[in-house]
Structure formats: structure tokens, C-alpha cells
């Protein structure tokens, strides 16, 4: 039997918490800087919690992004999509108010 891929294996603990804090530190921190974000999210992330990444996007300020992608997982600019959500990542550092060409929805508020 092979070892579980989604698993992180020979990673310490002590890195594994310092991971943790620094997320729910950045989580904690959304929408207190003073660029523009745009904030994505896959419905089949594996990593990040969908109950933290709703509680994230609550307090993105009014010029922030966020994007859902239905088809996405944790690494979306690396799974079969990616192509779009590069194109949306792009399209938002060249203009921030500009909607996203792929046209999804923002990250569901439940």
C-alpha cells in the first residue's frame, strides 16, 4: 500500500504549527492592508477549510475580489483549470476594478 499523496510526510510539527498560525494569523487580517486583493478559492481545496475561507471573505473590503471556482482544488493554479484562473490573476493585476474573464461567482457567503 503507497503513501497517501495529499499527505506531507517528514514534516516536522513544530513547522506544521508555525504553518497554522501564520495561516489564521493572515486569515485574522483580511481586509486591514491598503491594496487590492484578489482572494480565490477551489470547492474541492482539500487544505483550507470552505467554514475559514467564507469567514476570510466576510472581511475583504468593498474594492477586494473573490473568486470561486467550482471546478478548482487547492492548488488552482496548478490543476486542470488553470489556464482560466490565470487569466483572471492576470486580468486583476492589470486593472483591479475590471471584472474577471472567466466570470465566476464570488466565494459563496455560507
Known amino acids: 500500500m503507497g503513501r497517501d499523496p495529499l499527505m506531507i510526510w517528514g514534516a ?4 506544521l504549527y ?11 487580517a483580511v481586509g486591514r492592508d491598503n491594496a487590492p486583493t ?3 478559492y477551489g470547492a474541492h481545496d482539500d487544505i483550507i477549510p470552505k ?6 471573505a466576510r472581511g475583504l473590503s468593498s474594492g477586494d475580489v473573490s473568486a470561486f471556482y467550482p471546478k478548482g482544488h487547492h492548488l488552482l493554479t496548478r490543476d ?3 489556464a482560466v484562473v490565470i487569466t483572471d490573476v492576470l ?3 492589470k486593472d483591479p476594478a475590471k471584472p474577471l474573464p472567466s466570470g ?3 466565494i ?3
Do not use: E, I
Not at 516536522?12 to 513547522?15: G, I, N
Not at 467554514?51 to 476570510?56: I, K, N, P
Open 51 to 56: 467554514s475559514a475561507t467564507v469567514r476570510a
Open 80 to 82: 486542470h483549470q488553470r
Open 38 to 40: 484578489l482572494y480565490l
Open 91 to 93: 486580468s486583476f493585476l
Open 18 to 28: 508555525g504553518l497554522v498560525k501564520l495561516l489564521g494569523r493572515a486569515s485574522d
Open 108 to 110: 459563496p457567503a455560507r
Open 12 to 15: 516536522r510539527s513544530d513547522t
Open 104 to 106: 465566476v461567482a464570488a
